[in-house]
């Protein structure tokens, strides 16, 4: 079987080309690269090698869970950046056809510490995109709205350098906490959102959301003594049809309530 059989046809090449931001790998049984349609990458190397090394261990997932896509990885690009891309492998005779949709550039392909962190535009274009694409499968995604607590007061007493830097801290430990594909934004002061992709239910959801609490209540070491940190979380399922701001509504309304019930308090929106 040809690199040519494999890849697209030339009607699926003239409809990607108007695309922006497409990139398609044809690759063979064995997870070997024929060719890529933007023809700037090495052929005949794994798949694996062209996604950041955390991402590419889940890239055997994707391709045998193709009917369920699509799941987000981060593809190298030419200068060494982890791009985040929805990723749609759609099965060919003795092989795979991967999509690379929606370029969003959250960091460098080496990790660093704080680094990856999404911004508002960011994670309310990615909830927007999974509203209207992700196809009912049995695997939900989740929002979670986070405030962190007693930052303001940290500010207040010993400035805004304090405060960022333990903000980096926290934001740095809720990333580790996370699973690959998962996104965090901060989106203000003190007030985060992460997005959990192919939970089972709101459980699951609650389960990745008390690990990112125990993350951010190990205090943060700082020249002056420890800084202790609690985090309220509001979350929610998404529901598809539905809009941006209904989701986003009723996550903040379940961290409004969780606020309110006392420090370290995890609402769900139903209620569980």
């Known amino acids: 079987m040809s690199a040519q059989d494999l890849g697209p046809t030339m009607e699926e090449r003239e409809a990607l080309s108007r695309q922006a931001g497409d990139t398609f790998a044809a690759v063979d049984a064995s997870g070997q690269v024929l060719c890529w349609s933007d023809d700037l990458r090495p ?3 794994p798949l694996a090698a062209a996604l950041v090394p955390d991402d590419a261990r889940l890239l055997p997932a994707v391709l045998t ?9 981060r593809l190298v690009d030419v200068q060494g950046h982890g791009r985040w891309m929805a990723v749609f492998a759609i099965p060919r005779d003795s092989g795979w056809l991967v999509e690379f949709r929606d370029v969003r550039t959250l960091g460098p392909a080496v990790p660093q510490e704080g680094g990856g962190i999404a911004d508002r535009d960011q994670v309310l274009n990615e909830i927007a995109w999974l509203l209207s694409a992700t196809p009912r499968t049995g695997k939900e995604t989740a929002v979670v709205s986070c405030s962190l607590e007693g930052l303001s007061d940290l500010q207040a007493e010993h400035g805004r350098q304090v405060s960022d830097e333990v903000m980096r801290v926290l934001l740095g430990r809720v990333s580790d ?3 690959s594909g998962d996104l965090v934004a901060r989106i203000d002061q003190a007030q985060l ?28 070491s ?7 940190q609690g985090m309220s979380v509001g979350l929610t399922l998404i529901q598809r049809g539905e809009s ?7 996550a903040e309304g379940a961290l409004e309530l969780a606020v309110q019930a006392g420090t370290n308090r995890i609402i769900t929106s139903p209620p569980l």
Do not use: C, Y
């Not at 193709?66 to 799941?71: E, F, K, Q």
């Not at 992460?194 to 239910?201: E, F, N, S």
């Not at 700082?222 to 202790?228: I, L, R």
């Not at 941006?244 to 009723?250: G, Y």
């Open 43 to 45: 052929t005949g190397i």
């Open 65 to 73: 869970d193709a009917v369920t896509g699509p799941h987000w990885l």
């Open 177 to 179: 906490a996370l699973r």
């Open 193 to 220: 959102v992460v997005i959990l992709r192919g939970v089972h239910d709101l459980k699951g959801a609650v389960r990745v959301a008390e690990r990112m609490q125990k993350a951010v209540n190990e205090p943060v």
């Open 222 to 228: 700082m020249p002056f003594g420890d800084v202790e």
């Open 244 to 250: 941006v701001d209904s989701v986003l509504d009723r």
